[in-house]
C-alpha cells in the first residue's frame, strides 16, 4: 500500500507504516526476514511528530577503533583544510571581506528592523542609501577628478622638468633623495610602457572583478545574516550556547561600530584636507581629498601616507605651504586620535594603542590593505575571548 502524495502527513506515517507491515508478511529468506523485521521496528519508530524516529545513543567514544578512527580522519581533514586555504586564500579573503562588510551594515539594517520594517525591507533601504550616497558622490567627483587627472597628465612633463632644477624645491629633494630615478624605474618596471600599460589593465580588471565580487556576496551576507547567525550557534553545544551568544553577539557589534565609525571618520579627513587644499591654492584638491578619505580607512599607517603625499605636491606651490600641510596633517592625526576616534568608535572597540599598531602591522603583512582594514576589529574580538574566557579559566586553575 502507497501513501497518496496529497494527503496529511500523519495519513503518509499510517501508510508506510501499512507498507511496512506488507513486507515483513512475506519474508522468503533468512535475509529478507532480518531486513523485514527492521522495517518493521522502524515502522513502530516513526511517528507524526517525528517522522524519522529518535536519535539513537552515541558510539562508544572510549572505543580503542573509534579513537583510532577518529584521530587518523582528524589528520585528513586537518590536511585537506590547509590543501584549500593554501588553493583558494584569494577567494576566501574575498568572502571573508565581505562577511566584514555585511556585518558592519547590520546595525542599520537592526535600527530599521527594531522601527518595525521587514527585514528584505530594511536591506533595501541600506543598500538603496548606500548606492544614493556613493552615485551621488561620483557623480560630482567623477567630471572633476578626470579634469584634475588630465590637467595633470598635461603638466607632468613641466613637473619632470621642475625636479630636473636645482634651485627648485623638488629638484633640491630630487638632488637629495633621487626622486626622479626611482620615479622612472617605477614606470619602466614592466616591458617598457606597452608592458607597464598591459600590466596596468590587468590590474584594473582584476580589482573591478574582485569589487564586483564582493558587491554581490556583501549584499547575500547582509539578506541572509540571522540565518547564518543561527547557524553558527548552531554548531555550539547546547551547555555552552548561552555564553556564547553573548560574546559573539558583542563580537558583532565591535565590527559593526569599528566599521561605520571608520567610514565616516575617513569622510571627515577628506572633507577637512579638500578645504585647507581649497584655501591655500594646492592644486588637484579633489582628487588629493579622496585618496586622503581611502588611504585613512587604514589605521595608523593611512595617514601618515597621505599627509606625505599631499606635503609633495604642495611643494609645487611653495615651501612654506608644504611646511604647513605637514603641520596641518600632525594637528589633525592629533584630533583624529584623542578626539574623533575616543568619540565615534573608542565606546565600542577599546583596543590599546600597542595592540592596535601590532596587530595593524601583521595584518598589513599577512593580508596586505585588507589585513590592516580588518586588524583592530580582529583584534578586540580577540581581546574580548581572553578577558572573557582564557584569563578567568587560567585563574582558576
Given amino acids: 500500500m502507497t501513501a497518496s502524495s496529497g494527503g496529511e502527513p500523519g495519513d503518509r506515517v499510517d501508510s508506510a507504516r501499512e507498507g511496512h507491515h506488507d513486507l515483513v508478511a512475506q519474508p522468503h529468506t533468512e535475509d529478507e526476514g532480518a531486513v523485514a ?37 582528524g589528520v585528513a581533514v586537518a590536511y585537506v583544510l590547509a590543501q584549500v586555504i593554501v588553493t583558494a586564500q584569494d577567494t576566501l579573503v574575498l568572502i571573508g571581506l565581505a562577511l566584514f ?24 533601504a541600506v543598500l538603496l542609501g548606500l548606492l544614493v550616497v556613493v552615485g551621488g558622490f561620483l557623480a560630482l567627483a567623477i567630471p572633476v577628478v578626470v579634469e584634475q587627472a588630465t590637467t595633470f597628465a598635461h603638466q607632468a612633463p613641466r613637473y619632470l622638468q621642475t625636479l630636473r632644477d636645482h634651485s627648485s624645491p623638488l629638484g633640491q629633494l630630487n638632488d637629495r633623495f633621487g626622486l626622479q630615478q626611482h620615479l622612472q624605474q617605477l614606470l619602466n618596471g ?30 547575500y551576507f547582509l539578506a541572509d545574516l540571522p540565518r547564518i547567525r543561527r547557524g553558527f550557534y548552531r554548531l555550539v553545544p547546547h551547555s555552552r550556547r548561552p555564553r556564547v551568544i553573548l560574546i559573539g553577539d558583542e563580537i558583532f557589534a565591535k565590527v559593526g561600530g569599528y566599521v561605520l565609525g571608520n567610514a565616516l571618520i575617513s569622510l571627515i579627513a577628506g572633507t577637512m584636507t579638500y578645504g585647507w587644499l581649497l584655501i591655500f591654492g594646492v592644486p588637484y584638491a579633489l582628487l588629493l581629498a579622496i585618496l586622503v578619505a581611502l588611504l585613512d580607512l587604514i589605521p595608523v599607517l593611512g595617514t601618515a601616507i597621505a599627509g606625505i603625499t599631499v606635503s609633495l605636491v604642495a611643494l609645487t606651490v611653495s615651501w612654506p605651504v608644504a611646511l604647513a600641510t605637514v603641520g596641518f596633517f600632525l594637528v589633525y592625526r592629533v584630533l583624529e586620535d584623542y578626539l574623533l576616534v575616543p568619540r565615534i568608535i573608542g565606546k565600542v572597540v577599546k583596543v590599546p594603542a600597542l595592540v592596535t599598531v601590532v596587530a595593524v602591522l601583521l595584518g598589513g603583512v599577512l593580508l596586505g590593505v585588507i589585513g590592516a582594514l580588518v586588524a583592530i576589529p580582529i583584534a578586540a574580538a580577540l581581546l574580548l575571548i581572553l578577558h572573557e574566557v582564557t584569563f578567568p579559566r587560567l585563574d582558576q586553575a
Fill in 37 to 73: 523485521e527492521a522495517e518493521a521496528e522502524a515502522a513502530q519508530l516513526s511517528t507524526r511528530t517525528q517522522p524519522l524516529g529518535e536519535p539513537g545513543r552515541r558510539l562508544d567514544r572510549k572505543s580503542p577503533f573509534f579513537v583510532g578512527l577518529l584521530g587518523a580522519a
Fill in 101 to 124: 562588510l555585511a556585518i558592519g551594515l547590520e546595525p542599520a539594517v537592526s535600527w530599521l528592523v527594531g522601527r518595525r520594517f521587514p527585514r528584505w525591507v530594511a536591506v533595501l
Fill in 190 to 219: 614592466g616591458s617598457g610602457v606597452f608592458g607597464t600599460a598591459l600590466s596596468a589593465g590587468k590590474a584594473v580588471l582584476g580589482t573591478l572583478g574582485d569589487l564586483l565580487i564582493v558587491i554581490v556576496l556583501t549584499i
